[in-house]
């Protein structure tokens, strides 16, 4: 046998030995942030302006049942998006794949800054075990940062391709992975 | 006192003479190779060089100016030839030294010096510090005693003192104080002869406060040196503990760096109808990502990449796992989206909560005359087809492999024809980032696969995108795991 062989063998041994399983969709203690968050830009809109009201393209749609077939059977719980129009068309499909509400959360402080906090407090209020989350190209940084995430990186102004699974963890640090639907 | 640095054996020349430029081997930032090879008395003896150096070069400005004062001061008084000379080396000497000092100086090796000059003496001098030092500072005790017989008298109490600032073992100590102290009594003797006192009167005046001033500084120096060494050595035995711990890591990481290498597939497939090749590089000793094919029965392959998020040695243990698991299930692997299944209950039930793996399989049926892939959450696999030349993504969206998540995995089929091209790749190849931050991205990559000739080896396509990857990151590197596996399709 190799060693290559041997080594393999050993650790996956000591994956199954040493590494206790958790239930896959077990609901967050309370106060926890929900073990996995899905983390989307909203679709391609209609129009370059960035007021609530513009909605999606028409590729901008696609794109958001895209977003809900590929999640559909993932286990979210909860599904997020700011005040306009095209973010919650984005997680309207999800949402409706789900049997759940859009639930609107606010992305400025008390102070009126952009920030995280508001919705990091929502997310840890609801638990569940997973949660998608629709946001901007400048909100989806923070929110990922806010997250546990180092090193967010920028969501170019063009991009509304990328998905970011988040796997949280109750120390604050997570670990992320950037996929294209 | 420094730093321990993760710099193999090598890298760096420890004599400081296979940089081109005679250099003080340096101990201030010993690598994990010195800590562990250097003997203390060694390790102490390069400490004690490298602090005297700067103090050497200080004592011989002094010096030199001394001289140049001595020189004009004899010089002027019209004093006798032998009085001129010991004047002029008197600041020569010094001055010399001076210039050497600075350029065996291991603390200036990166900056340009118009001294190259000086090189065959600074190479005698880099290589025998200690000797060099014990003789300079005999030598420059001579020329400034011995040309003034009758004026040197300060110069037996004040030379023995810069000993005080010089850190040298009490033998050395020792041998330049009995030297001084020689000189003091053929002083006596000269001083003597010259008439200048009585000789009861020089003995006492002269030769025995040099006497114990040179016995009180070589005490006093050998205390220093004592405490030296004892600080140093503390030091060096707690760094020469941890290093030994950094080397022993090292050395298992290199081990399982060899192991995961052994992993991936030997060679290539040229198997008539089909070639295939890969290529791994890894951002660390132990990579995160991997690649294999397998040949299954009916004129089959199947070619599978995978990434574990994050690198080292942790992900390098969870694709151990996955690999022993995919052998297990290579029989399967005519089924793609069943066995990402399984793999996907396998990595839930065992894995770390907080882990994903990306994976593609791309199954290869010449019989069928298509190609078959699933993936879970990889990105899209490239496919040039021969009739148009074009590259597309083939779709794949999907999640990863992951503790925490749910998902299925769903096949997608496409047709497959001889000259067809397929690229699997990890992340690591189209995020990696430019010199401003841009990363290299599907475009880049898909213009490197349109470019190939028609009849491109694998193998050549393989090296021809990691290489654009690599002209892409310049100097900064490609930062990450990076993994090309190549499938053209010949009949």
Known sequence: MRASGRFGIVALALLLAAVPSAPPAAASPDGALPPVVFVVRHAEKSTPA??????????????????????????????????????RDTAAPLARERGLDV??????????????????????????????????????????????????????????????????????????????? | MGEITGARAGVRPSTGEGAGRPLLPRIDRPTIDELTVLSEAEALRRRMDQRNLPVLRWLSVGFALTGIGLWIAAAVSRQGTLRVLGSVMTFVLPALFYLVLRRIDPSRSGRPSRLAALDPIARAVARSFRTATLGYLGLQF????FPRVEASGPWLYLFPLVLVAIRISVTEAAVLHGFYLACSFVWTILGTAAGARPAEDTADQTFLPSLVLNVIVWAGGAFATWRYRRQFLAYWRDLRERARDSARMRDELELARRVQLSMLPRGEIADGWIRVAGTSVPATEVGGDYFDWFRLEGDRVAVVAGDVAGHGLASGLILSGLRSGLILLAPELTSPAAVLEKLQRMVRETASHRMFVTLAVLLLDRARGEAVLASAGHPP??????????????????????????????????????????????????EAAGPDGEPFGFERLSKVVASAQPEVDPRELCDAILSAVRSWSGAGGVGDDATVVAVRVEG
Do not use: C
């Open chain 1, 50 to 87: 960035n007021e609530p009201p513009v909605p999606l393209s028409p590729a901008g749609s696609q794109r958001a049942e895209r977003l809900a077939a590929l999640l559909k059977d993932a286990g979210v719980a909860s599904v997020w998006a700011t005040d306009t129009v095209r973010a």
């Open chain 1, 103 to 181: 639930r609107v959360y606010p992305v400025r402080d008390a102070s009126g800054q952009v920030s995280a906090a508001p919705l990091i407090d929502a997310l840890r209020k609801d638990g569940g075990a997973a949660a998608l989350v629709v946001g901007h190209s400048n909100t989806v940084p923070k929110i990922l940062a806010a997250l546990g995430v180092a090193n967010p990186p920028d969501i170019p102004d063009g991009e509304y391709d990328n998905l970011f699974v988040v796997s949280t963890g109750s120390t604050g640090g997570a670990v992320a992975i950037r996929l294209r639907y």
């Open chain 2, 142 to 145: 001579l020329f400034l005693v």
């Open chain 2, 381 to 430: 696999i490239l496919r040039r087809a021969a009739a148009t030349g074009e590259v597309e993504q083939l779709p794949a969206a999907s999640l990863p492999l992951g503790a925490r998540l749910r998902g299925t995995s769903r096949e997608t089929a496409v047709p497959m024809a001889p000259g067809d091209l397929f690229v699997l790749y990890t992340d690591g190849v189209y």
